[in-house]
């Protein structure tokens, strides 16, 4: 069957088969052989568990099945737009609507206690009008502040070295939706504050 490599990074590689992406966890060559399968499957069947809940709740690939003891996640592709490369190619007014939707998506994530771990619009898919996400191999679940805030403070600054034309104007716009669809957004949004702060002093 026909297969191309379609993503890789230091953690998988991503495969194309037809309609369908299976994405491969990659061996790290300086773990024991024994304990790298196990590291891999658990994070395998977390990711995968992961994004089945988050595929109730906003647009992201369902797994299409239970990956069991193997290292391999079997997805539908979505065939789209890649938003870290396109954004900045829309009319201001398409990209406050897409940051309107991203705010939506992400405030209904943190409201069920999902943080995706990399908000970048690299992991984001612009398909029909509407906002896909993708890659939750970083995701977990938490009812922390601290990791909601982290979550969102990664992708203020995507937008920021991304698409910073217009970065403050889109993260308001992501600011405002989210703030719309989450009752715990005040306390969030303050602890992102002390996030970002400490970012700053850190060195």
């Given at each position: 069957?026909?297969?191309?490599?379609?993503?890789?990074?230091?953690?998988?590689?991503?495969?194309?088969?037809?309609?369908?992406?299976?994405?491969?966890?990659?061996?790290?060559?300086?773990?024991?052989?024994e304990?790298?399968?196990?590291?891999?499957?658990?994070?395998?069947?977390?990711?995968?568990?992961?994004?089945?809940?988050?595929?109730?709740?906003?647009?992201?690939?369902?797994?299409?099945?239970?990956?069991g003891?193997?290292?391999?996640?079997?997805?539908p592709y979505?065939?789209?737009?890649?938003?870290?490369?396109?954004?900045?190619?829309?009319?201001?007014?398409?990209?406050?609507?897409?940051?309107?939707?991203?705010?939506?998506?992400?405030?209904?994530?943190?409201?069920?206690?999902?943080?995706?771990?990399?908000?970048?619009?690299?992991?984001?898919?612009?398909?029909?009008?509407?906002?896909?996400?993708?890659?939750?191999?970083?995701?977990?679940?938490?009812?922390?502040?601290?990791?909601?805030?982290v979550?969102?403070?990664?992708?203020?600054?995507?937008?920021?070295?991304?698409?910073?034309?217009?970065?403050?104007?889109?993260?308001?716009?992501?600011?405002?939706?989210?703030?719309?669809?989450?009752?715990?957004?005040?306390?969030?949004f303050?602890?992102?504050?002390?996030?970002?702060?400490?970012?700053?002093?850190?060195?």
């Amino acid at each position: 069957m026909r297969q191309k490599i379609i993503a890789q990074g230091a953690e998988a590689k991503i495969y194309l088969i037809k309609d369908k992406v299976v994405k491969d966890r990659i061996s790290k060559k300086y773990r024991l052989r024994e304990l790298d399968n196990k590291i891999r499957r658990r994070r395998t069947k977390a990711e995968a568990k992961l994004l089945t809940k988050a595929s109730k709740i906003i647009l992201c690939p369902k797994p299409l099945a239970d990956p069991g003891s193997g290292r391999m996640i079997h997805m539908p592709y979505v065939d789209g737009l890649k938003l870290s490369n396109e954004l900045n190619n829309f009319e201001l007014k398409k990209q406050k609507e897409i940051c309107k939707q991203i705010g939506e998506s992400v405030s209904k994530l943190h409201n069920n206690n999902i943080i995706h771990g990399d908000l970048t619009t690299s992991n984001m898919i612009y398909k029909n009008g509407e906002v896909y996400f993708i890659d939750f191999g970083l995701g977990f679940i938490s009812r922390k502040f601290e990791d909601k805030a982290v979550d969102i403070h990664v992708l203020k600054q995507a937008l920021e070295a991304k698409h910073f034309e217009n970065w403050e104007v889109l993260f308001k716009e992501f600011e405002k939706a989210y703030k719309t669809k989450n009752k715990e957004a005040e306390t969030v949004f303050e602890r992102l504050k002390k996030v970002e702060k400490r970012g700053r002093y850190k060195h």
